[in-house]
């Protein structure tokens, strides 16, 4: 007895039908879907901020952010069977970059580099996470072809740790304040901005967006208990000394687009730079003037970023 309801079959599609070249076709396509590895890996904050990011004489094809840590997250993609060159690729990236997320795409594992990744995962730290990922793609009857993604490798009690954190109530007063501050301010950055950013409000005294340019963040930031915008630098120190140098170069820029308080911090012993923009508010309790720190932060925020259009930092 049949169920009266037509069933197609699913057929599977080359991955190179789809994208030929993985350079120009493939990382450009998961540069702008990273939501699709966001949900497989649980990392609802994802942010891919760039594509072909130098690590020394090398390329790495991807290189983002978990906005909600704001802890490094690389891709290295492979349109084909794993292999010990990309094995020791993401290895060298992830030394060049100090990661705490290492993705490595490919059409199929082999046993040994499986065990490899795993073997990883057990040697490392639990601030730092090896995940290998399988492409395939897959069309019903004559649909569209859509993406498939199987988690093939990742952490040590990696769903336990991501159902932890999503049901964790054990937040200090502190804490939810911080959280609840951010969602106040990211919801109206959406409301009037969406393509900015989509994370969620952060339980910190900092709540980081991305720019678009690799390793450089504007930072929302409660610092030294006054609410500041910060262009934040993270790459490697002589990276971000470059960039620093470049900003300082063009200070006459920062300073007729910005109407408030400049702080210049090189932060030398830190392997970081930044530049401080402070407001008047100095009490994150003052919920009666949240609307208004807001609405200082979005506009600092569109100066900032008119800055980041004017000077080329890449």
Not at 40 to 46: A, E, P, R
Not at 166 to 193: C, K, M, N, Q
Not at 197 to 212: D, R
Request: hydrophobic content about 40%; cysteine-free; charged content about 25%.
């Amino acid at each position: 007895m049949t169920s009266g309801f037509e069933l197609a079959r699913l057929t599977s599609v080359a991955p190179r039908t789809v994208w030929p070249d993985e350079a120009l076709h493939f990382t450009p396509w998961l540069l702008e879907n990273a939501d699709v590895l966001a949900e497989l890996l649980g990392i609802d904050d994802l942010v891919l901020e760039a594509a072909e990011h130098r690590v020394g004489g090398f390329r790495l094809d991807l290189i983002g952010r978990d906005q909600g840590t704001d802890r490094k997250v690389i891709v290295e993609n492979q349109l084909g069977r794993s292999d010990h060159q990309h094995l020791g690729q993401i290895i060298t990236y992830a030394a060049g970059t100090n990661p705490s997320t290492i993705v490595w795409v490919t059409t199929g594992f082999r046993e040994e580099h499986r065990a490899a990744l795993e073997w990883l995962n057990h040697r490392t730290d639990e601030d730092t996470r090896f995940f290998g990922v399988e492409i395939r793609v897959v069309r019903i009857g004559d649909s569209p072809v859509a993406p498939n993604f199987e988690l093939v490798v990742k952490p040590n009690d990696w769903e336990k740790t991501v159902k932890k954190a999503a049901t964790s109530t054990g937040e200090s007063a502190s804490a939810v304040v911080y959280r609840e501050f951010w969602a106040v301010v990211l919801d109206r950055i959406r409301d009037r901005y969406p393509s900015w950013t989509n994370a969620t409000g952060l339980n910190k005294p900092w709540q980081p967006i991305g720019t678009g340019i690799s390793n450089v963040q504007l930072l929302m930031s409660w610092f030294n208990g006054v609410l500041t915008h910060q262009v934040y630098f993270s790459a490697n120190a002589e990276e971000n000394e470059r960039r620093y140098a470049i900003l300082v170069e063009h200070r006459h820029i920062v300073d007729s687009l910005v109407n408030a308080e400049v702080t210049w911090d090189p932060m030398p012993d830190n392997k970081a730079a930044r530049i401080i923009v402070s407001s008047p508010f100095n009490d994150i309790n003052d919920r009666d003037r949240w609307d208004e720190m807001a609405e200082w932060l979005i506009t600092n925020q569109e100066r900032l970023r008119e800055v980041l259009t004017r000077v080329d930092l890449r």
